[in-house]
């Protein structure tokens, strides 16, 4: 059983304000921006397939691991491993999962936060219609002229960090589960306004042909490093961001159910992005494969073309603001918590804190779009993009190998049992061979793929 069966940070509500709380983490810039272009890269539908095997297979057995260990030590999650280590007799070394977590998510919050700025900047830009009628060379320009001008870039990125930081030193519940309670079903209904539209513009049957066509040819080895990989960072998992949210998680709340539905959600939303993206992409004629420039030089430069375009437009930069936000507040969570219970500081103290080093880190990023284009830390990336690849394609996929390991061969069984409410039977074997064997080898193929591919 749980040592305790209430988390000194607060708890949702319900389980469904969990699932919404988890949902809200999951789907993020990764879904709306990310997920459409690589599935326009990698085939489609067979490329989707393949993703979904991924969320299937690794990602719901590790987020189920990161919820059953933060539910069964209640605190953030360096505290919660160094809690198990101890009753159980472990390693201390296993604590070294928190940490990394807690380093990671210093160096994702801090340039999250900068591209979700854009976004931000992106609401006005359409509202005012300053896109309306324009050309490709115009939307390019407007893209362009914006990363150019880092005090713009710091603007919008200091206002989405204040925004961020707002909400979570409100608290758990307090801040939160409101902004889930708003910002989600707002996302929601957002997404099926704009997935109407889609489906009434001239490019939805090759936008749905596009998402859907199965066409295995275009798969390589590289697409399944890519869809693994893409699963693991859509599902905020490896990081310990599930591991916080589920030290909130009520005792009563069936684990398995759960992390389905809302792996489920995160899904569904990356699909439905994808199918309002490409439709309108299509209808005007527009190239897919952009990678970043898709969401910031495409969709306005589509939007500003249509009838109507100019609310539509700012419909879908706010449906990603909303997307980035909720998941902003989760990034930071786990060292949010630990620094609290650590040092019995003021919640709200911590947030401001952990907000200005994550605001400063993240002008490293600001700069890698202008002045320090040119200056390389690793062969040609920049400092973005060095920070970027490290975070997500080594600190989390080693992360989540580790929690799996954890999960599926330190833990009692009869801890796994009471958490996942199950017997000593085959769905015990089952986790054993799911939690324990696939995930983590799945993984390691996908870091050694990453490392030497
Ligand atoms: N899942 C988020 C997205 O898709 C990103 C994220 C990663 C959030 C890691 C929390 C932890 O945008």
Excluded at 238 to 255: C, E, F, H, L
Excluded at 277 to 298: K, R, S, Y
Excluded at 364 to 381: E, P, R
Aim: glycine share 12%; proline share 3%.
């Amino acid at each position: 059983m749980a040592t305790d069966t209430e988390s000194r940070h607060g708890m949702w509500s319900s389980r469904w304000l969990f699932i919404l709380a988890a949902a809200g983490s999951a789907v993020g810039l990764g879904n709306i921006w990310k997920f459409p272009y690589l599935a326009g890269e990698n085939g489609g539908g067979a490329f989707v397939l393949l993703y979904l095997v991924c969320i299937a297979f690794v990602g719901v057995p590790i987020m189920m691991a990161e919820v059953l260990l933060g539910r069964e030590g209640r605190q953030s999650p360096i505290n919660t491993m160094r809690q198990l280590t101890r009753q159980h007799n472990r390693s201390a070394l296993w604590v070294l999962i928190g940490w990394a977590g807690v380093v990671a998510g210093f160096l994702i919050l801090s340039y999250y936060v900068v591209i979700a700025g854009w976004s931000l900047f992106y609401i006005g830009q359409m509202a005012s219609g300053a896109l309306e009628g324009a050309t490709g060379a115009q939307a390019d320009a407007l893209f362009n002229d914006f990363l150019a001008d880092p005090w713009q870039m710091i603007m919008w990125q200091t206002i989405f960090m204040v925004l961020t930081v707002y909400i979570i030193s409100r608290g758990v519940v307090k801040g939160i589960e409101t902004a889930i309670r708003w910002f989600m079903p707002t996302l929601f209904v957002l997404l099926f306004v704009l997935l109407g539209y889609a489906v009434t513009s001239d490019g939805w049957a090759q936008g749905v042909d596009f998402m859907f066509g199965l066409d295995f040819a275009s798969l390589d080895g590289n697409s399944v490093l890519v869809a693994l990989g893409q699963a693991f960072f859509t599902l905020s998992l490896g990081m310990g961001a599930m591991m916080a949210y589920g030290a909130y998680v009520p005792n009563s709340a069936p684990i398995g159910s759960t992390v389905v539905i809302i792996a489920l959600l995160d899904t569904v939303v990356a699909v439905a992005a994808g199918l309002v993206i490409f439709p309108i992409v299509f209808a005007n004629g527009l190239e897919t494969g952009q990678g970043p420039g898709l969401m910031f030089v495409t969709i306005p430069l589509a939007f500003g073309q249509m009838p109507l375009g100019i609310v539509f437009g700012t419909i879908f930069f706010v449906l990603v603001s909303f997307a980035a936000i909720t998941s902003a507040i989760s990034i930071s969570e786990p060292a949010l918590a630990y620094l609290v219970e650590e040092y019995n500081a003021k919640r709200s103290r911590v947030a401001i804190s952990l907000g200005v080093i994550c605001w400063v880190l993240g002008i490293g990023t600001v700069l890698s779009f202008n002045h320090w284009a040119d200056v390389h830390i690793v062969g040609n990336m920049t400092y973005f993009d060095f920070v970027d690849y490290v975070s997500q394609n080594i600190m989390l996929p080693l992360g989540g190998m580790f929690i799996a390991l954890f999960a599926g061969w330190a833990l009692p069984k009869t801890v796994i049992g009471a958490q996942l409410g199950i017997d000593d039977g085959w769905l015990s074997v089952l986790w054993k061979i799911v939690c324990g064997i696939v995930a983590p080898v799945a993984v390691l193929i996908v870091f050694l793929g990453v490392l030497f591919g």
